[in-house]
């Protein structure tokens, strides 16, 4: 394996620096030196919504934005190893999301029916459509996500749905969303992958639609939950075939899953730290003074560097075709537990000043601008979503070790 990237993925990822620092202004959201932490934010902050949109335009424009798409749907088939250096100098240098179509975009390429492909993929190429709602997880169906009740029963030309979903934003246009269609079947047989309309033309919510906002541990909307009750969808927006759903909703596997942006974006976070500490001068206290503080330091920032190593593995098996499983869940593990104790350190060295938060107006500087503390508090958050500890242990246990089940 080759710790470098072409020269060529090297100037990339640079120029993704400089476009950045010149091309995001995320106003006064960010940190100040245009940086953006995307831990917690607002959906009913519409101002800041509609900053990312002009910025992820300006990729649009610069043939970034879906770089990784394949040529016959308008993007550049670029490498695994050169979405990841493009990804890496996005993250470090601050920008909000860098990769348009999310996971919607990848299904419908693979399983989708060609009105979909026509429909959505160049709205999301363009950046028109930046955010489709994710239907996954229920209240009672998280790690075991195939275990999902939300009924979809097909009525004449309509699948007609009842259910709760929870933990993505169902302010989107658009919920791609996974229902049960046969509860006889085998648990993974019996789910049927939808594409819903949320809300009409005037933008209220269709029949049989309720949606209530989940606060974050600072109070922000930034999850919600919608309950479904006879909602009717037409049964031409399936995905793929009746029943076998989870197949389809699978293949977004096969896309680059490195997490290249974390380590990235914990790199910054700690250069702002130690710049900080210097500009401030004394807090009572220099932490840069303290021997166990720059002990500590150097301890973190070898760990970001095995979170780094750990990305590239992920990706270098991707660009050779491979499937990473146990190395996704080594690489989920451990950028979770670093990322937790990098904002939990990095608050507490600065005692105080560490628990200011984004929204203290004071008239000295913020460390970080206050998002070093509500990072800490929001970072509780990653080591369940997405796959929870106990569930990567498990997969890097069995597929892993070998152990028994
Ligand atoms: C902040 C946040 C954001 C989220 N974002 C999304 C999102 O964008 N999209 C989406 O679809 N979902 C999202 N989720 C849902 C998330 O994927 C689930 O919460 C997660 O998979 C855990 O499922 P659960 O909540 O049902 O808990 P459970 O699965 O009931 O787990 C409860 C506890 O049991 C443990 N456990 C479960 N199974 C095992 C096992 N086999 N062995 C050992 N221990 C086990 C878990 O580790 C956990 O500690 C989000 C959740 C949170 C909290």
């Not at 043939?63 to 050169?82: C, L, N, R, S, V």
């Not at 028109?128 to 030309?157: C, H, N």
Request: hydrophobic share 35%; net charge negative.
């Amino acid at each position: 394996m080759d710790f470098r990237f072409s020269p060529e993925d090297e100037a990339l990822r640079q120029e993704a620096i400089d476009f950045t620092k010149k091309e995001w202004d995320p106003k006064g959201y960010g940190d100040g030196e245009g940086i953006y932490y995307g831990l917690s934010w607002d959906h009913e902050n519409e101002d800041l919504e509609s900053l990312i949109n002009e910025f992820e335009k300006k990729l649009v424009a610069k043939g970034w934005w879906t770089m990784h798409w394949p040529e016959e749907f308008g993007g550049k088939d670029a490498g695994i190893e050169t979405q990841m250096a493009y990804r890496e100098g996005m993250a470090y240098a601050g920008a909000p999301e860098s990769l348009g179509g999310g996971l919607v975009a990848p299904v419908l390429m693979v399983a989708g029916q060609q009105w979909q492909k026509d429909y959505f993929l160049p709205k999301m190429a363009s950046a028109e459509i930046s955010y489709v709602s994710q239907g996954f997880s229920e209240p009672d169906s998280g790690s075991d996500l195939a275990s999902l009740k939300t009924r979809a029963v097909k009525q004449g030309d309509n699948y007609v749905i009842n259910g709760q979903k929870i933990w993505s934003t169902y302010r989107a246009d658009w919920m791609h969303i996974l229902t049960r269609t046969d509860p006889d079947a085998p648990k993974h047989r019996g789910i049927t992958y939808l594409l819903m309309p949320l809300k009409d033309e005037k933008g209220d919510y269709l029949p049989g639609i309720t949606v209530n906002a989940i606060p974050d541990a600072l109070g922000r909307h930034r999850w919600d939950e919608i309950f479904l009750e006879d909602v009717k969808v037409p049964a031409n927006n399936i995905i793929g075939e009746e029943n076998r759903g989870w197949y389809a909703a699978m293949t977004t596997l096969s896309f680059e899953r490195s997490n290249i942006q974390g380590p990235a974006m914990l790199l910054r976070i700690l250069d702002q730290f130690i710049d900080y500490c210097r500009k401030i001068g004394r807090l009572g206290e220099q932490p840069l003074d303290n021997p166990v503080v720059r002990n500590q330091l150097a301890n973190l920032r070898l760990e970001i560097e095995t979170m780094r190593t750990l990305s590239f593995r992920v990706g270098w098996m991707q660009s050779k075709g491979d499937i990473p499983v146990k190395e996704a869940s080594m690489t989920k593990f451990w950028g979770d537990q670093i990322t937790q104790k990098v904002y939990l350190y990095l608050s507490q060295v600065l005692r105080e000043y560490g628990n200011l938060l984004p929204t203290n107006k004071l008239k000295v500087p913020l460390p970080v601008n206050g998002f070093l503390n509500s990072n800490a508090f929001l970072s509780r958050t990653i080591s369940v979503a997405g796959g929870t500890t106990e569930v990567q242990k498990n997969i890097i246990a069995q597929r892993g070790l070998g152990l028994p089940r």
